[in-house]
């Protein structure tokens, strides 16, 4: 976006990426496998993408591209099953 766009809507600079915002939710998990923010920004992906199930959800997640795995902060070769993906 250019910067006279971005000035001319004063909105725009108060959007930022969800991962950022999701990154300040406390997680009160004992051993955390994953970030929390990790694990959200998966469900919410899954949900935006129509996968309404979390067994769906972590079916996609096992598809997702290896550079949409680093920007969500997902090990390379893992990504967060039915069962950690219905706890958060």
């Known amino acids: 976006m250019s910067e006279d766009r971005a000035a001319a809507n004063p909105s725009n600079r108060f959007v930022r990426p969800f991962v950022a915002a999701l990154a300040e939710v406390t997680d ?14 998966v469900i919410l992906l899954g949900l935006l993408c129509g996968q309404n199930t979390v067994l769906r959800i972590a079916a996609g997640a096992q598809r997702t591209l290896p550079s949409r795995r680093r920007r969500l902060q997902l090990p390379p070769l893992r990504v967060p099953s039915r069962s950690t993906l219905s706890w958060a």
């Open 28 to 41: 009160f998990s004992q051993q955390p496998q994953y970030p929390i923010q990790t694990l959200l920004s």
